[in-house]
């Protein structure tokens, strides 16, 4: 028996009960109702009007009589009065209530006359012979009080009928009544039968829904037994995750695979969602998080891929959940999670065939393609050079025909190891097919000329490097390549072309004869070609001694001689004296600078120490060290063991650094310095203002003295700028407790100003030009 | 036939005086002995269903023998002691107590028809004295039908007011 079912049984009580209620009312009113009307049937009033009918009758009747009497008055004469008289005293007396009773005007007067008349007619009768006259009077009288009761009658005739026409309204009223009741009783009646009907047909309907129901619950029972059975058993979890807007979240259902792929029960899961997301690798969490929040925010399903660690083997899992927006504001996810790691692997060995050659494992075609964009695209941005190249093996075809393939593949492999040695961790040696490789560079310098250089000291290793025997088969085979070098730094360039260009630069290399490197841009060769001559040239000249130093002296304010500055030059057996400008670029990118900047120092030196005996006392040198030079391991030992050598004091040196040395490795610099203060090697930063100055590194380093360069001096009186930079510059230099010394004065009106605002010292034409240390002798002695 | 149904009206008639004397219930009349009426005209005339008429003095009434029955009335300074011949005696008499309905006629010449069953069911009284005397025709005289209102609330109902006939003067049987 459901709820619906007692409900429906209870209101037909409460129906029945309120109809028979109602039949009772009715019942009860109709017979008050009834009663009344018959206690005002107008029966009295019928009775009241024919009384005065009679009595008027009657009355008329003695009226006659006497009348009659008044003429001739015999015996039956006599006995007709009498009895006329009897009927109407009788009336009198009948009517006595009747006129009380009756509320008309005059009613009471008229029954007393009439009394008082009918004593006297009696009273008028005992006479055996009654008076003729005196029965004419009585007459006479009667016929007055007949006319009066005829009035009077008219009256009662009028009220009786405004009694019955009342009471006919009554009647209306009570049929009415009583027709209405029984329509609404009629209607009260065919209600409780639909409604027993209705009833009747709810609870069969109610009683089929209930059975219905119960097997409803049999098979969703079933159903869900089957369905566990199935997620359970199933690879993978299939869930339900609930994540409330105060960030409580919780998985309501979880499939038993919860345990395998997590490590967690599904009720503890479904106590806190909080432990899954505890499972997953710290890498791949922020991930999931961040792909449940767009989830949320566009309510669309959501795919991710993560790992787990569980008992120390990583595994990858695939998540999918689709987000749904429940009545209480949470959000709930019906999705499944299933093991991808045998995919994922599957995936990289795919990755890894379609993007690496098998047989060296270097990357192919397609995947140095797309580095190669990518290379171009981060080129554009930095403004780095970087350089293709293309690396063919000469007679590879003979030692496969010779030898076979397997030799073939054998050397393939070796030369793919050497070519992984001769480059940088970042730049990319792929192989094309065949005997075919590329050397992808990247982050050359930023000057083509510059690349061009790195790029061939490159090249020229790997020739060498290939050059080297191999072992194949237990056999040495010696070999050669070619090498095409195509240069790129421009977006523009498409990289089919670069990789044309970079083919056509190595058949050009192969047309030299082979076992050659050759560019494809025919400027860049012959850049290179001349820069090939002009390293082998400064080689052999500073194997010969063709460098040789000159010295511009330094003066202090008074014009006192303080120093002077080494410079390199090359004395070219052919080209005469060439300029540092020409040659330091290129030992700088080629390394020559190592052995050129040891060889300026411990030349500086030595001839400090020659000169001296004859400046009578200690004079200081400047020497310019190069970043590279700087750099090297092993400079600080350098450094002293040169000092110690030449036997001058460690006091007197004094090294030039560039400002760009400062952008790298502060921390180096400035230790390197601190040790050689240490002994007293004093340091001047050069070219100060021109670079990327710092104040921060100006403060931290621990120098001597800053340079004020030339291209400020020379301006310094008609450019105001250039002024207030040297202005700046000194006082700087006094605030910081560093010596600030001037370079490229030429003229005294400069010195004059620099004096004036505080400058040191002072070197340039105006005191005097470069020259071999035997000429700068005589200027002690000048001065 | 005849005979039986005389006997069983005259068994009834035993039945009710019995019962009457045995236990007279309130408001019923009861058998009075009264001094004979000296002889005087005839009052009261009878017509049969047959035609055969009768006629009756007082003292012809009163032979049929008296009761006695006090109760109201309908009208005012009415109600009293009254006596006189029970109306089924006086049909019976005049051949009339198996009439279903007789008229009575008063003097004035109003008229009523009753039915036979006031008289089989109450003991309808054909009144001729009130308070042992005769009544004068200004006091509903000389003979007057009083019903045992008091008996029956039955017959307290207007009806029965029209039926209380005075002055009576001829009793006929009504054609069915």
Redesign the interface.
Known sequence: MSMATRLWRRRFKLLTGLVLVLVAASVVHLWTKVSRIENALP?DAL?KERSFAVLLEEVGRLETELRLGALEIDAARRERLA?A???L??RQ??N??LYAGLQLPGVAELHRDLGAALAGVDETLRDPQPDAASLAAWAERFGALRERLRALNGRVFEASIGQAVTQRADLDRLRNTVSAMIVMLGGLGMALGVLLVRQQRNIRELEKRDLALQAAEVAQRELRERLERITDNMPGVIFQYREWPDGHSCFPYASQGLRELFGVSPEAAAADGGVIFSAMHPEDRPRVIELLRESARDMQPRQVEYRVILDGVESWLSSHGTPRREADGSLLWHGYTHDVTRRRLAEDEIKHLAFYDSLTGLPNRRLLMDRLRHALALCARTGAQGALLFIDLDNFKTLNDTRGHDCGDTLLRLVADRLRQSVRLDDTVARLGGDEFVIMLEGLGARPEEAATQAEQIGEKILALLNLPYMVDGQEYHGTPSIGVALFGDRETRVEDLLKRADLAMYQAKGAGRNTLRFFDPAMQTLVAANSALEAEMRQGLRQGEFILHYQPQFDAGGALIGMEALVRWQHPQRGLVPPGEFIALAESTGLILPLGQWVLETACAELAACKPVCGRPLGVAVNVSARQFRHPDFVEAVLGVIERSGIEAAQLKIELTESLLLEDVEETVERIGRLKAHGVGFSLDDFGTGYSSLSYLKRLPLDQIKIDRSFVRDVLSDANDAAIARTVIALGQTLGLHVIAEGVETEAQRDFLIEHGCDAFQGYLFGRPAPIGELRCLGTLH | MKRLRHALAAFAALFLFVSAVRAAPAGAPYPVTLPAFPAGPQVLSTVAPDGATQRYSMADLEALGTWELTTSTF????DGTYQGVLLSALLRDAGLAEAAAVRLVA??GFSQVIPRADWVTWPVLLASRRDGGAM?????GPLRIIYPREMDGALHD?VYRLRWI?MLARIEAVAE
Do not use: C, S, Y
């Open positions: 029966l009775h009895f008289l009897d009927l005293i009788l007396r009948d006595r209530d | 009208w005012p300074g009415d003097q004035d004068a025709r200004r006091d509903k207007a005075w």
